[in-house]
């Protein structure tokens, strides 16, 4: 199986700067589509910026211009570089891929991960 593990959130004080990653792990082949969303509790999860496998993204209205997000495909990793940062961006940021080509059972067989999460990792700035 497949699994996102993120890293590099923290406390950060207002103003600065933080950079999240996150890696596909197990018998990746492909990731096609990743992203980073938010979520505070008793809020819906937002989106903060999403990037295509060739490189396509799309940011949300309050992040533009501050965040940038990057990936690297030979590592499967998506990256999420937070300039600027204002204490409104506090919340737990969670990783997603829409789909994720990995090698399954003992052959070269290939399969489908769909709507793959992170564990989420806290960013708290303070101000």
């Known amino acids: 199986q497949v699994q996102l593990v993120e890293s590099g959130g923290g406390l950060v004080q207002a103003g600065g700067s933080m950079r999240l990653s996150c890696a596909a792990s197990?018998?990746?082949?492909?990731?096609?589509?990743m992203g980073w969303y938010r979520q505070n509790p008793g809020k819906q999860r937002e989106l903060v910026a999403t990037?295509?496998?060739?490189?396509?993204?799309n940011y949300a209205d309050s992040v533009k211009g501050r965040f940038t997000i990057s990936r690297d495909n030979a590592k499967n990793t998506v990256y999420l570089q937070m300039n600027t940062v204002k204490p409104e961006d506090t919340a737990v940021y969670y990783c997603?891929?829409?789909?994720?080509?990995?090698?399954?059972?003992?052959?070269?067989?290939?399969?489908?991960?769909?709507?793959?999460w992170g564990q989420g990792t806290q960013v708290t700035v303070s101000s």
């Open positions: 997603n891929a829409d789909r994720i080509l990995y090698y399954s059972g003992h052959s070269a067989s290939q399969s489908w991960a769909y709507n793959t």
């Open positions: 197990g018998r990746v082949a492909s990731v096609n589509a």
């Open positions: 990037i295509t496998s060739t490189r396509s993204t």
